[in-house]
């Protein structure tokens, strides 16, 4: 069964730096159809970043401020943030699809029917 582990979180001041990981183990990733997705403190699920092909998207709240990166070879994506602002605290997920899985950009859901999704990791900005 293939996973998704996200790390990189933890608690930062405000125009500080993370930069968060996700590994998939158990599967290849379909190289170009990955996202990130968080939750805040309300429990709302808000889109971040996803690439579908060859587009990047970037929710308006974060734009210009993160970057989303990948590493074919060692099956790895990331969500470079800079910036950080204390309204970024939330909890952060991976989502991606597998080798042979149809890309379906649904942005901004990553729908778990489609996606795999990592069990997140926390990011917490102080002002």
């Known amino acids: 069964q293939g996973r998704l582990v996200e790390s990189g979180g933890g608690s930062v001041q405000a125009g500080g730096s993370l930069r968060l990981s996700c590994v998939a183990s158990?599967?290849?990733?379909?190289?170009?159809?990955m996202g990130w997705f968080r939750r805040g403190t309300g429990n709302e699920r808000e889109g971040v970043a996803g690439?579908?092909?060859?587009?990047?998207i970037y929710a308006d709240s974060v734009k210009g401020r993160v970057t989303l990166s990948k590493d074919r070879a060692s099956n790895t994506f990331y969500l470079e943030m800079n910036s950080l602002r204390p309204e970024d605290t939330a909890m952060y997920y991976c989502?991606?699809?597998?080798?042979?899985?149809?890309?379906?950009?649904?942005?901004?859901?990553?729908?778990?029917?489609?996606?795999?999704w990592g069990q997140g990791t926390q990011v917490t900005v102080s002002s």
């Open positions: 158990g599967y290849t990733l379909r190289p170009y159809c």
């Open positions: 690439l579908y092909g060859d587009r990047t």
């Open positions: 989502a991606a699809v597998g080798l042979g899985q149809p890309c379906i950009n649904q942005w901004p859901e990553f729908p778990p029917e489609r996606y795999y």
